[in-house]
């Protein structure tokens, strides 16, 4: 059964930049379209960003200019980065595959926080 | 963007009694090829969502049929026909129609009475 394995910092400053990686364990990369959604504390989900296998990326309009998600078929895995993070930022940031338009697997999230 | 709005926000329900949850998006959802991409997903406390529903009615792997979608254009339901303790948890409606842009509606909280 394909599981989605991700790690990365989980205590950033403002201004620094959020680096997760999504491992795909007993899957393939191949094939699909991938996507970060994220999750503040106490509040609901918003999608960040997908990734095609083939490396094709689409990023939400309010993130996009601070977001790179990026690929690596022979890793079989996929990371986020997220630049200049504000507290706003602070939230639980989940990997997850693709079924068509929605998601059929995720990750089991990562916590960042963002404090001075 | 497209607005998802749910309804209720909270849902205490008895044990073996059923429940609902509406969803109503800003726009219509019939994507131009004649689908229409309104997706379910459930999340229990401390775990990551989970896909029900996708496509308004299709039941993903796994889920067990006393959940069931409806719907067409903007509105929208997710049933529970008979609640069990292990349905828990916030249920979130998901348009991924009007891409590139996922959205999600607030979420509604079911719990037991």
């Known amino acids: 059964q394909v599981q989605l394995q991700q790690w990365g910092a989980g205590l950033l400053k403002p201004s620094e930049t959020l680096s997760l990686t999504c491992n795909v364990f007993r899957g393939s990369f191949s094939g699909y379209y991938w996507s970060w959604v994220r999750q503040p504390p106490g509040k609901g989900l918003e999608w960040i960003g997908e990734?095609?296998?083939?490396?094709?990326?689409k990023y939400s309009p309010s993130l996009e200019s601070r977001v790179t998600i990026s690929g690596d078929t022979s890793k079989n895995q996929f990371s986020l980065k997220l630049s200049s993070v504000t507290a706003a930022d602070t939230a639980v940031y989940y990997c997850?595959?693709?079924?068509?338009?929605?998601?059929?697997?995720w990750g089991l999230g990562t916590m960042v926080t963002v404090s001075s | 963007d497209i607005v998802m709005t749910q309804t209720p926000l909270s849902s205490p329900v008895t044990l073996g009694q059923p429940a609902s949850i509406s969803c109503r998006s800003s726009?219509?959802?019939?994507?131009?090829?004649?689908?229409?991409?309104l997706n379910w997903l459930q999340q229990r406390p401390g775990q990551p969502p989970r896909l029900l529903i996708y496509e308004i009615s299709q039941r993903f792997s796994g889920v067990p049929d006393r959940f069931s979608g409806s719907g067409a254009g903007t509105n929208f339901t997710l049933k529970i026909s008979r609640v069990e303790a292990e349905d828990v948890g916030v249920y979130y409606c998901m348009q991924g129609t009007h891409f590139p842009l996922y959205t999600f509606g607030q979420g509604t909280k079911l719990e037991i009475k």
């Open positions: 990734i095609h296998y083939s490396g094709g990326t």
């Open positions: 726009q219509s959802l019939v994507h131009s090829n004649g689908n229409t991409y």
């Open positions: 997850a595959r693709h079924l068509g338009r929605t998601f059929d697997i």
